[in-house]
């Protein structure tokens, strides 16, 4: 299966599949992002790859398996951009 095929499923084009399981009716699907695409700072859009800290999150997606219930397992960064320090990461995507 190529990486990314539940990228192009969730229409997520920064991010890969990592993982996936299935347990009592409901889908984790564990993505990570393209690391070669380093991340958007949030307040000026500048590109950086330096990180400051991540958290994991779980956000309910509806646009796949509408059967199961599904979630999306990925990391939300902070960055340090170097025109405005520590902000969180720009992501059209889910937030
Ligand atoms: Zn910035």
């Not at 400051?52 to 999306?72: A, E, G, M, P």
């Not at 939300?76 to 059209?92: F, L, M, N, Q």
């Amino acid at each position: 299966m190529p990486d990314n095929i539940i990228a192009e499923c969730l229409n997520l084009p920064g991010v890969k599949f990592a993982d996936a399981q299935i347990q009592d009716g409901i889908a984790e699907i564990k993505i990570a992002r393209r690391s070669e695409l380093g991340f958007a700072c949030s307040n000026c859009g500048q590109r950086t790859y330096f990180t400051w800290d991540s958290n994991q999150v779980r956000i309910r997606d509806l646009s796949v398996f509408d059967k199961k219930k599904v979630y999306l397992i990925l990391y939300k960064y902070r960055i340090r951009c170097p025109s405005c320090g520590v902000r969180v990461e720009k992501r059209d995507l889910l937030m």
